[in-house]
């Protein structure tokens, strides 16, 4: 699977977007963009994934370059509860089965 | 709760003792997972089970480790011989073939003295 880099922290004011960026310079065809929250002493949790178009769901958007190179993560309304660790990972739909999380941002959503 | 579970959630014990954990994944969910998370890290892939058949291992599950999952429902994860090292967060997720998402347990917290 590709190699996914994403900075290790950043704030966002309660209320405002959080826009967390993700860069995959070796994606691959085949390969999905996927995102998982983990939440102080809780496990992970999915979020969204995509393939080349953009997508939305009831907890964000993923926003992917043309080219894949690079994706965001767009919670629009953050709240205190989306405080977390983010995760950017790309894998592909068949072969590995495992995910391969890295050390993702550190969201801190500031009163 | 119909959501992954793990017992039990925080484990302490002496170097060298063995301990078991144990996952329940959601009902319908023919894949399990393990992984291992330390401070500051993301969690770490382990092993995966689909049905009982246990079809990937990591490099790090070393062989004091094993896991079972004997009639394709709970698993158990059992370390054998514990060192100060393999104190992390043990997490357990499931998922359906064909569906993307893994959902995940809280976690078993293992502390080795």
């Known amino acids: 699977d590709a190699k996914t880099t994403q900075p290790p922290s950043m704030d966002c004011a309660e209320g405002r977007a959080a826009n967390l960026p993700c860069n995959h310079s070796t994606i691959s065809g085949n390969e999905y963009v996927y995102w998982y929250r983990q939440i102080h002493s809780q496990g992970p949790q999915y979020i969204i994934h995509g393939l080349k178009n953009n997508e939305t769901n009831e907890m964000a958007s993923l926003i992917i370059t043309e080219d894949r190179k690079s994706s965001t993560l767009i919670l629009p309304h953050a709240t205190l509860r989306d405080t977390a660790v983010y995760y950017c990972?790309?894998?592909?739909?068949?072969?590995?089965?495992?995910?391969?999380f890295g050390t993702g941002t550190r969201l801190t959503v500031i009163p | 709760d119909t959501g992954v579970s793990q017992d039990p959630r925080h484990k302490i014990t002496k170097r060298g003792q063995n301990v078991t954990f144990r996952c329940d994944p959601i009902?319908?969910?023919?894949?399990l997972y393990w992984y291992r998370q330390t401070l500051g890290q993301g969690p770490e892939f382990l092993t995966y089970f689909q049905n009982e058949a246990q079809l990937e291992k990591s490099r790090l599950l070393s062989d004091r480790f094993s896991a079972e999952r004997p009639k394709g429902s709970f698993s158990t994860l059992e370390i054998q011989r514990t060192e100060q090292g393999d104190s992390a967060m043990y997490l357990c997720a499931s998922s359906f073939e064909g569906v993307n998402e893994q959902f995940f347990g809280p976690g078993t917290r293992l502390t080795v003295l």
């Open positions: 009902s319908e969910h023919n894949r």
């Open positions: 990972i790309v894998r592909a739909q068949t072969g590995a089965n495992n995910l391969f």
